[in-house]
Structure formats: structure tokens, C-alpha cells
């Protein structure tokens, strides 16, 4: 499905998510400092994969094999049997969400050296890194502008950890060169297909919850014994 999205800074960017792919993106940035109107687009023969869509892909699958790896025949023998099979789906669907709703927390030379900053045409300046990332049921685009540091710079270099987000000010080192985050460019847009899968998550997750809940009534009437 096609996303257009725009900010202040951001004049214009399209996303094209298909699935776990995205298969088109074009922006059309505004330089702060000049004014500059900046476009780049991903080559028309590239499509970068989104890693949580994937794994909470994965996921799923794996609560299914779980509930299906039985012979249409089977029947559990104890309640215990049900509520540890419940626990395992419940883990899996839990894993599943949590890969949308929260992205991984990247370094920026994490983000310098992802593949995504060579899907694009022309070519990224070098002073500009972008990164796409699913949060709850919205598609994130950061791009970060980036200036040197030069060597006889006063200022105190720190190197920043992870994170979903940088802030301006946050430095890093790559290759030689010392360079810090001096802008910072997001925009967003609802997914309509991710909200429904968060909520066929949250509704999957309360009906093993019930169901293990009915179970434990009944295994504890079932052990009950009258003197």
C-alpha cells in the first residue's frame, strides 16, 4: 500500500509498503541551512525488507505450528497439557507485537553502515543518513543530517549509544572521521493494516488468556476432593 507523508523539513515523502517490503520511497527534503531542495529515490530495482515484519511474521507461524502439530484426533489428556500449550502460543504472540511495537535501538554507526543507505538514487550525500522502522501501527522515516567535527573542535566528544531516535548533538565516529547529528527530520504515517494486526494480537492474546483461566476452574474442581 502507498503512504504519502510530509513535515516542515520533509517537503514530500511517498513510502510504498508492501507486505514486509518496502518497494518505493521518494523524498524531497529542505536543507536548513541553504534552502536547498534535496530528492532522492530507492533504483527501481530495490526493495529493503523490513526485519520486524519479518520476525513478527515469524512468530506467528510458530504459534500456528504449535496449535497444529497435533493429529486432528489428538486429544490433550490434562489440563496442565492445555495450559502449557497456551503459554507457548501466548509467548509467541507476544514476541510477535512486541516486534512492532518496538523497534530496535540502533547505534549511528549501526545506521551509517545498514543497507538501506544504499538503496537509494542518486546516492545519499554523505552528510545525511535515513532509517525506517515500524512503531505500533505507524511507518517511520528519519533522515539525520550530519556535519564533521573538526580536530581541533573544543567540544567534548562522547560517542551516543542506541536508539530508536537521535537527537541533535548526539556525535559518532565513522572511518576517520568525527562527525555529529545536527538535524533531525521524521515523519510517519498510519499503517491501517498494522492497527488491525496490533488488535488481532491483543484479542488472540485475551482469548488464550480466558481459556487458561477456564482451565484452571475446572482442573481445580476436577482435584478437588470432599471428605
Request: charged share 15%; aromatic share 8%; glycine share 4%.
Amino acid at each position: 500500500m502507498a503512504t504519502a507523508m510530509a513535515a516542515t523539513a520533509v517537503e514530500r515523502a511517498v513510502l510504498t509498503l508492501q507486505g514486509d517490503a518496502l518497494s518505493q520511497a521518494d523524498v524531497n527534503l529542505k536543507m536548513p541551512r541553504n534552502n536547498q531542495l534535496l530528492h532522492f529515490a530507492f533504483r527501481e530495482d530495490k526493495q529493503w525488507k523490513l526485519q520486524q515484519i519479518q520476525d513478527a511474521r515469524n512468530h506467528v507461524s510458530q504459534a500456528i505450528y504449535l496449535l497444529n502439530n497435533r493429529d486432528e484426533s489428538y486429544q490433550f489428556r490434562t489440563g496442565a497439557e492445555v495450559l502449557k500449550l497456551m503459554d507457548a502460543v501466548m509467548l509467541q504472540l507476544t514476541r510477535a507485537r512486541n516486534r512492532l511495537t518496538t523497534p530496535a535501538t540502533l547505534t549511528l554507526p549501526e545506521i551509517a553502515a545498514s543497507g538501506l543507505t544504499r538503496m537509494f538514487a542518486p546516492a545519499l550525500p554523505s552528510d545525511l543518513l535515513v532509517n525506517v522502522y515500524i512503531n505500533l501501527n505507524k511507518l517511520c522515516l528519519t533522515v539525520y543530517q550530519l556535519h564533521a567535527l573538526q580536530p581541533n573542535s573544543t567540544k567534548n566528544f562522547r560517542p551516543a549509544g542506541g536508539s530508536v531516535l537521535h537527537s541533535p548533538g548526539a556525535m559518532f565516529e565513522w572511518g576517520s572521521q568525527r562527525l555529529e547529528v545536527s538535524h533531525v527530520h521524521k515523519v510517519e504515517s498510519v499503517i491501517p493494516w498494522l492497527n488491525d494486526a496490533l488488535v488481532f494480537f491483543t484479542v488472540s492474546l485475551q482469548l488464550c488468556q480466558q481459556l487458561k483461566d477456564k482451565i484452571s476452574v475446572f482442573s481445580s474442581y476436577w482435584s478437588y476432593r470432599p471428605f
